[in-house]
Each structure stands twice: as C-alpha cells, then as structure tokens.
Antibody, heavy 118, light 110 residues
Framework: EAQLVESGGGLVQPGGSLRLSCAASGFTFSGFYMHWVRQAPGQGLIWVSDINGDGSYTSYGDSVKGRFTISRDNAKNTLYLQMNSLRVDDTAVYYC???????????WGQGTLVTVSS | QSALTQPPSVSGSPGQSVTISCTGTSSDIGSYNRVSWYQQPPGTAPKLMIYEVSNRPSGVPDRFSGSKSGNTASLTISGLQAEDEADYYCSSYTSSSTYVFGAGTKVTVL
C-alpha cells in the first residue's frame, strides 16, 4: 500500500531553522513529482513547493521563496523541506503529497506540525 | 498569487445537489484545464476528488462532478449524503508554474 509519513516538526523560535522529512513507501518514488502543502490552524491549504522525479526542477510559493528548499533522496525514498528564517506565520501542519496525476496530488501524508514561537 | 475565490459555506438536505464555485483569473483557471478539488473532513488529510477539471480518481463516487467555464470552475455533489460533510478546496496550476488553492468551502448536510 502506498504511504507517506512526515516527520521533523516541532517548536522553533522565530529566525530558526527546521528540516522536515517525508518517507515514501509502496510505490516507485523516483517516478513522481512531490509537493509540500501547509495548513495553518483553522485555515485553508497553501501550496508550498514541488520537485520533479529526479530533483532537477523545483518551484516555490511566493511566501517561502528564498527561505525554504525542497529536495529528495531517491535512494532513500525520502522528500525533504529545509526551512530557514522561520516566521511566526509559518506555523502550520505541513503535508507532503504525491503528484500522481496531472497537476494534482493523489496521495497525502498525515502531516507534521511546525510551531514558530518565542 | 492570490487565493482562488470560493463561497465560505454551502448546505443541502440529504439527496439534494449542491454546487461549489471556484473563481480565479486568466493566469490560472482561465488558461489551464488543471483544476482539482479536494475533500477534507475535520482532523484528516485532504483527499483528491477531481483532477483536470472533471476527472474522478478511482474510488470517488460518480456523485461528484466537475466543470469549468472561463475563469470559474465548479464542483457539484449530487445526491448529497451525510458522509459528504467536509471542507472542500479547489486548486489550479498557474502561469508562474506554481499552484494556488481556494480558501475552502464548508459543506453542511442539513
């Protein structure tokens, strides 16, 4: 069964850094685009970033461009999100998701909570 | 990139039909047939319901249908059931090679 499991969330101070991981299993990880999507408490979904199968292409939302970096290790079937210069408004549940169909994500993890607070 | 515009809430009785609109611009919905819809019950991860405007993934009931006209996409739920109560989000690919979501619509089954 295909599955995504995020980890690495937690409490961090403003200006700090955090790296999220997303372990994939049950499918050929290298064959798919992967995405990060976040959701602040009680708020809607916000697209963060995506990366193609071999890691040669990445894209970012305006609110994280220059601060966050998406990457992947296909040998480890793992997706990453390096988050630097974190701000209070980056507080959210971060989901990783598989781009399994055209321009949409068909498999989601359970999410990991990132809290930015002093 | 501004969020797509959705109504905050819609409601209907069991068996009725409800339609959720999603309005964007010529830089997203108006230029691409890359609109998707997601269902998110409280406390759970989103689930893909529609992709490429009107395609249903395997396992999604045919009560769910999607369409698009100009800069506006729509999701229709026919034969509303209690289990359909959830938040629904639209999403579109954009001319900046990014994605944008709508603010979400809460569907209530009366």
């Amino acid at each position: 069964e295909a599955q995504l499991v995020e980890s690495g969330g937690g409490l961090v101070q403003p200006g700090g850094s955090l790296r999220l991981s997303c372990a994939a299993s049950g499918f050929t990880f290298s064959g798919f685009y992967m995405h990060w999507v976040r959701q602040a408490p009680g708020q809607g979904l916000i697209w963060v970033s995506d990366i193609n199968g071999d890691g040669s292409y990445t894209s970012y939302g305006d609110s994280v461009k220059g601060r966050f970096t998406i990457s992947r290790d296909n040998a480890k079937n793992t997706l990453y999100l390096q988050m630097n210069s974190l701000r209070v408004d980056d507080t959210a549940v971060y989901y990783c998701a598989r781009g399994g169909v055209v321009a949409a994500t068909d498999l989601w993890g359970q999410g990991t909570l990132v809290t930015v607070s002093s | 990139q501004s969020a797509l515009t959705q109504p905050p809430s819609v409601s209907g009785s069991p068996g009725q039909s409800v339609t959720i609109s999603c309005t964007g611009t010529s830089s997203d919905i108006g230029s691409y047939n890359r609109v998707s819809w997601y269902q998110q019950p409280p406390g759970t991860a989103p689930k893909l319901m529609i992709y490429e405007v009107s395609n249903r993934p395997s396992g999604v009931p045919d009560r769910f249908s999607g369409s698009k006209s100009g800069n506006t996409a729509s999701l229709t739920i026919s034969g509303l059931q209690a289990e359909d109560e959830a938040d629904y989000y639209c999403s579109s690919y954009t001319s900046s090679s990014t994605y944008v979501f709508g603010a979400g619509t809460k569907v209530t089954v009366l």
